[in-house]
Structures are given as C-alpha cells and as structure tokens.
C-alpha cells in the first residue's frame, strides 16, 4: 500500500502517550529527566489526555458507522488504527477514502502536538500549489508563504490539516490510479 498512514498515526500516538503521559506536565519531548509510569502522583497533561481520548472517539465514531459489530476497542490508544482498518477493509470506497483522511489528519494533529510542525511543510499549498506552508500555532492552521496567494480580503492563505489531509490522500488515490 506505500505509505503507510496506519503504521505513522500509531506510533505517534503512542510517542504522545508516551512523552505527556507519564511525565511530569513541565517536562519536554528530549528531557532525560523522565518518570516512570510507576512515580506516584505524576502529573499527567489533561491538554494531551483529552486530544488521545479524542482521535480514538472520533476514529471510533466513524469504525462502528461503518461496521456496527466491530465489538469492543482495543486496550491501547494506538492500537485503534488497526482495529478500524481491520473493520473497514470491505467498507465502500467512500468510507475507506474518509477513514483515511481521518487518520492522516490525526497523524499530522499527533506530529503538531508532539512539537513536530515541519510536518505542514511536506504538502503543498491548496491553493497555489507551490511548496513553502508553515504552521501558525495561534490559528491553528497552515500559512501558505507566498505573497501572491491571498484571500480575497488580502490576508495570507491558510489551511486547516483536515483539508490538508483531505488533499494529500486525493492526491495518493490519483497516484495509486496512474499507477495501475
Ligand atoms: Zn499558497
């Protein structure tokens, strides 16, 4: 299959679980003072907490739609990629294409949380099409850096990962096709 957005999503998930959830809230992705899971009373970061216990409710929502019985979640977060894929293999086209784009934006939500904000720099601009988005963290979303790209009040470009992902998977089907 190439790319493998399952693969990618997991393991940055369980980097979140990982990193935020058993250290202390004060400490960063490459501190080497780390706790263990075992340290009484850690801290745990709610912010990061919240935003695991979202994807996979999310990725949830859209597993049982698709696959009512797919029975009960696995016990890790970042197990849940394989659960939904094994649920949705046979799922109509339109289903599969959804799932993807969900866990392709959630890997790109992970990488962003996990300070990794390179990661909008892969994919091109929607807009223009040229290389060269980087992320503003106070809206949230991806600025395109070319000053002829502007909306129509005249603002910069900008670009949620949701629509990022949307575009990048569009863009592997059209490879995927070409290919065959
Ligand atoms: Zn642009």
Redesign the pocket.
């Known amino acids: 299959m190439g790319y493998d957005i399952t693969t990618n999503a997991a393991a940055r998930m369980a980097l979140l679980e990982d990193y935020f959830l058993e250290q202390p809230v004060n400490a960063r992705p490459g501190d080497t003072r780390r706790a263990t899971a075992t340290t009484p009373g850690t801290p745990v970061n709610l912010g990061v907490v919240d935003h695991i216990r979202r994807s996979v409710y999310d990725l949830e929502q859209h597993t049982r739609a698709a696959a009512p019985d797919a029975g009960p979640l696995p016990a890790q977060a970042a197990a849940v990629y394989d659960w939904c894929m094994q649920h949705t293999e046979h799922a109509p086209e339109t289903v599969q294409r959804r799932r993807d784009v969900l866990i392709y934006q959630q890997e790109l939500e992970h990488a962003i949380r996990l300070g990794e904000t390179k990661v909008v720099r892969r994919h091109r601009?929607p807009?223009?099409?040229?290389v060269?988005l980087h992320w503003r963290q106070s809206v949230g979303k991806a600025v395109?850096c070319?000053r002829r790209?502007r909306t129509p009040d005249g603002l910069a470009?900008t670009w949620s990962l949701s629509r990022l992902a949307t575009e990048y998977i569009a863009d592997q089907e059209k490879r995927r096709r070409r290919a065959t």
Not at 127 to 130: A, M, P, S
């Open positions: 601009c807009g223009c099409g040229t060269g395109c070319n790209c470009s």
